[in-house]
């Protein structure tokens, strides 16, 4: 088939390397002139694991081309897949401004079959809006499906290719049967390819992602009682994960969600709440409770240090929102360093791939170091992102070359136990906080 994605971001350049890959003939287009000189020679602006790859293997077979010319890309398409960033508004709702442009700029060069899909996540009833737009300029019922998204970063050409369900809404049938087509050579495994209404499609990304969210702030919360109240919620987590009702998933306790997804998705759900006179009760409170959640390193370190870190030395490993991506949006990792900084504390900082990110936010207001380096005389090490590097570093090392050995544990990558044989002070999530700096004396593991 030949396709054009329009909005050349994380969505919109997977979904069109996905789609060129099992071999139709895919156009990205983009307004951003840059972006797109760029995307020709073979550069990706984004760091997403396979996708530089997956975009030149492409490119270089022929089926995978870019450009700014809507019209020529939109003229020969025979399903049009919209993936412009619908950004939070000032009010928490989704700012639609860039789709509308877009589906004006599309509707001179429709051709008569094609099918627009909106990938993006949009508020429910987009869908319908479109739908009525298009019939406006063109005169004519067009085709508007909605076929939502739910690519993690880090993995997302996996969860491309390897989907738990592909969701379509469609006011049509035969327009199910267009996607599935296109969709069958990632649906081998048996995984369902679900059709329903373009209302309940839009509506199946916000509350998947409504119920993500929640189970982070739930388990956030009963951590915090945890650490209250006396107990583990390591140990309260694989007490309550054997029932199948409520699994293991997502219940790992921690700084609190950022990203691109869950803090938008969960205001712009609640909005929409608020616009049919609903007041979502649950929402507010899960984004209160991570709102909360993203102080609960700087609670520890003001309970330990005081408030005023004048003199004091932080390390701070991890400032992507999580492993395997360069992305800082709503970075829980930002909240504290902008906390330790305002307190007169010096941060010395490592992430795998999100120092450029943080630098061109942050400037030189904080020092970039590789990751041993970072711990150089820090009186403390903060630990916001779960990345591979932090699992088992040299601990006698850190010893050596900490001022302090006390570490704040935000994602619980360490045993509480070794920690303390290891002679560390040790703070984490929903854990009683240990303090080895006595048995130091008494000899290391
Ligand atoms: C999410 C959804 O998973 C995806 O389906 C949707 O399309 C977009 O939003 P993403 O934002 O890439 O994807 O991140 P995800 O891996 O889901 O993690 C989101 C946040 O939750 C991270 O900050 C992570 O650290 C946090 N998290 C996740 C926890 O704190 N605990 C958990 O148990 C799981």
């Given at each position: ?50 996708l530089a790859e997956l975009v030149e293997h492409n490119a270089e077979a022929g089926r995978l081309t870019f450009t700014t010319d809507t019209a020529a890309g939109v003229a020969p398409a025979d399903v049009i897949y919209l993936a412009v960033g619908t950004p939070q508004g000032d009010d928490g709702s989704a700012n639609l401004s860039a789709m509308w442009s877009v589906v004006k700029a599309i509707a001179p060069h429709l051709r008569e ?294 570490v704040f544990d935000g994602r619980n990558l360490y045993e509480s136990e070794r920690m303390r044989r290891r002679g560390f002070c040790y703070h984490s999530i929903g854990r009683p906080p240990v303090d080895g700096r006595k048995a130091k004396q008494g000899g290391r593991e």
């Amino acid at each position: 088939m030949k396709i054009a994605v329009i909005g050349s971001g994380y969505v919109g350049l997977v979904t069109g390397a996905c789609f060129a890959d099992s071999g139709n003939d895919v156009t990205c287009i983009d307004i951003d002139a840059k972006k797109i000189e760029a995307l020709k020679k073979g550069e990706v602006p984004i760091f997403e694991p396979g996708l530089a790859e997956l975009v030149e293997h492409n490119a270089e077979a022929g089926r995978l081309t870019f450009t700014t010319d809507t019209a020529a890309g939109v003229a020969p398409a025979d399903v049009i897949y919209l993936a412009v960033g619908t950004p939070q508004g000032d009010d928490g709702s989704a700012n639609l401004s860039a789709m509308w442009s877009v589906v004006k700029a599309i509707a001179p060069h429709l051709r008569e079959d094609a099918v627009v899909v909106t990938k993006s996540t949009v508020p429910v009833g987009t869908n319908a809006r479109i739908f009525a737009m298009l019939k406006e300029f063109t005169g004519r019922e067009c085709d508007v499906a909605s076929n939502p998204e739910f690519l993690k970063e880090g993995a997302a050409i996996e969860d491309f290719m390897k989907p738990d369900r592909v969701v379509v809404g469609v006011r049509r049938p035969e327009v199910a049967e267009i996607l599935q087509q296109l969709y069958s050579p990632f649906l081998r495994t048996e995984k369902p390819f679900i059709v329903m209404s373009p209302q309940s499609a839009e509506m199946t990304k916000y509350v998947a992602n409504a119920l993500l969210a929640t189970k982070i702030s739930f388990i956030n919360e009963m951590a915090n009682l945890c650490e209250r109240m006396g107990g583990d919620i390591n140990d309260v987590r694989r007490g309550i994960g054997h029932d199948s009702r409520i699994g293991f998933s997502f219940l790992f306790p921690g700084v609190g969600y950022g990203g691109s997804c869950f803090p938008k998705d969960v205001r712009a759900l609640t909005a929409m709440s608020g616009e049919h006179g609903c007041t979502p009760a649950m929402l507010l409170a899960v984004d209160e409770v991570n709102e909360r959640q993203k102080s609960v390193l700087s609670e520890k370190l003001a309970a330990h240090f005081g408030d005023d870190l004048a003199g004091k030395t932080i390390a701070v490993w991890g400032l992507a929102f999580k492993p395997r991506t360069d992305d800082i949006r709503e970075a829980p990792a930002l909240v504290l360093i902008r906390w330790l900084l305002e307190r007169g504390a010096k941060v010395r900082a490592h992430d795998p791939e999100a120092i450029d990110n943080v630098r061109a936010e942050l400037g030189d207001a904080i020092a970039y170091c590789r990751r041993m380096e970072a711990l150089e005389g820090a009186d403390a090490l903060c630990i916001l992102t779960e990345w591979k590097d932090y699992h088992s570093p040299d601990f006698a090392e850190m010893l050596h070359v900490m001022n302090q050995p006390v570490v704040f544990d935000g994602r619980n990558l360490y045993e509480s136990e070794r920690m303390r044989r290891r002679g560390f002070c040790y703070h984490s999530i929903g854990r009683p906080p240990v303090d080895g700096r006595k048995a130091k004396q008494g000899g290391r593991e």
